[in-house]
């Protein structure tokens, strides 16, 4: 977790440190204690308790089962749907990723571009998935998916080299593509053929295809991925069978003013 520097007069400290807690239930979703509070976002347990208790009072904290320790709350929801209505993007999108997803029966999604990461928006799924691999607000590395690729190709060479050298994300599955010199062409083949794909590097058994989605000037800002199961489909049957789809879509969302 990244923080300004001290000297920054513009930046508040302890602005920070309230989202620091916030943001502590990213990678422990169960309830917390005030001691696992203050050792995850290295502060003090005086600290610690002040934050929880100013974030209880707000209600983006709330008490776990039988008051024992504390959990994310219901009032975070609220800004989730502040920011999804605020995006003409998502607006636009929404229509057509469920006609995507009605056409192919399989998952449809949208990412938005993130600089080293993808985050899933939007997301309609088949009734075989995992529940948290369906939801919203999910960040997967940008280097290690289809989606991630399929922006970078749209992007010029040295901003390709600058993400790739950033990335410090580890591997999803043993079949994730982490050598830097294969993801530069797995990105210079999707900039060819109008499409990334990813086989099973974000989930074992999944495919992956994706294509990105442009502002009116021509800058990648999102992507359009359609996933399928390796016990349905082969690599090539699914890249033919839903590449024009996929590509279709992106191009009748792209270039629109406003997107962004």
């Given at each position: 977790m990244t923080t300004a520097p001290r000297t920054d007069t513009l930046y508040i400290q302890s602005l920070a440190k309230g989202m620091r807690v916030l943001e502590c239930f990213a990678d422990h979703p169960s309830p917390?204690?005030?001691?696992?509070i203050a050792t995850f976002c290295d502060m003090d347990r005086s600290a610690a308790q002040r934050m929880a208790y100013t974030l209880v009072s707000l209600g983006y904290l709330e008490r776990g089962v039988n008051g024992?320790?504390?959990v994310l709350g219901k009032k975070i929801?609220?800004?989730?749907?502040?920011?999804l209505r605020s995006v003409p993007l998502l607006e636009r999108a929404t229509p057509l990723?469920?006609?995507v997803q009605k056409e192919s029966g399989e998952r449809v999604e949208l990412s938005l571009f993130d600089d080293l990461t993808i985050i899933f928006a939007l997301r309609r799924q088949t009734k075989r998935q995992t529940y948290t691999t369906t939801?919203?607000?999910?960040?997967?590395?940008?280097?290690?998916?289809?989606?991630?690729?399929?922006v970078m190709s749209h992007l010029p060479a040295e901003a390709v080299d600058d993400i790739i050298a950033r990335s410090t994300a580890t591997p999803l599955t043993s079949r994730t593509v982490t050598d830097p010199a294969r993801i530069r062409e797995l990105v210079a083949q999707a900039g060819a053929d109008g499409y990334?794909?990813?086989s099973e590097e974000s989930m074992l058994g999944e495919i992956n295809l994706a294509s990105a989605v442009l502002d009116h000037e021509g800058q990648p800002i999102a992507a359009i991925d359609i996933s399928g199961s390796l016990a349905d489909w082969t690599?090539?049957?699914?890249?033919?069978?839903f590449s024009p789809m996929l590509i279709g879509a992106t191009r009748a969302l792209s270039g629109k003013p406003g997107l962004s």
């Open positions: 917390l204690s005030l001691n696992d024992r320790g504390f929801l609220e800004r989730t749907f502040d920011y990723i469920v006609d939801l919203i607000g999910r960040r997967l590395a940008t280097i290690h998916t289809a989606s991630g690729r399929a990334a794909l990813a690599v090539e049957e699914f890249a033919k069978r």
